[in-house]
């Protein structure tokens, strides 16, 4: 793909070229692309008009094998991790950590999510990213027939069965969002 089709679908170059090595280069003509950004699932999904819990945010969280001792937000040591969760719901971290048996697990500061990724908060897709990552995935997003996930800028979405989404990102099936009191 050149940089001139990447720029025709409206997908981040990088992006836009992890779906032509993941065979997915039909994709690219279902990407959507908005005048104004979409940095929340509640503004793409208004933009898309989906229900909010058929966008698929990609969050970034960073897994700490043992307790920060210094309190701060971000520190050498740990581990990002990427949780895709339905729109309508909020990512439990307690459950997330349980998943995965670490000792703490975070939100990861934009600077991390930047360099883990290659992508900004608001445009990270499920898949394409610039380090591999351990993929936690909501079962809650098999409850649509298609979710909607970001194309790498926050300008961007395409639509996906979720398994199939769940599938590329190298996804693991889980139950971490929280629940209702």
């Known amino acids: 793909m050149t940089t001139t089709d990447a720029a025709n679908s409206g997908a981040h170059p990088r992006f836009a070229e992890a779906l032509e090595e993941l065979g997915l280069g039909e994709l690219r003509a279902r990407i959507r692309r908005f005048p104004d950004a979409t940095r929340t699932a509640a503004e793409a999904a208004a933009a898309i008009g989906c229900e909010l819990s058929q966008i698929c945010k990609s969050l970034i969280f960073v ?3 043992s307790p920060r001792s210094d309190g701060s937000g971000e520190a050498a040591g740990g581990t990002p991790v990427l949780v895709l969760m339905d729109g309508a719901s909020r990512v439990d971290v307690e459950r997330v950590r349980r998943e995965l048996g670490v000792a703490e697990v975070t939100r990861a500061k934009a600077d991390v999510v930047r360099e883990s990724t290659g992508y900004a908060i608001g445009g990270v897709p499920p898949f394409g990213h610039r380090t591999a990552t351990r993929v ?15 194309a790498g800028t926050p300008h961007t979405v395409f639509p996906m069965d979720p398994r199939t989404l769940i599938t590329h990102a190298g996804g693991t099936l889980v139950d971490v969002r929280e629940r209702p009191a």
């Open 63 to 65: 897994a700490w094998e």
């Open 136 to 150: 936690l995935a909501d079962r809650s997003l098999l409850d649509h027939d298609t979710v909607w996930a970001a």
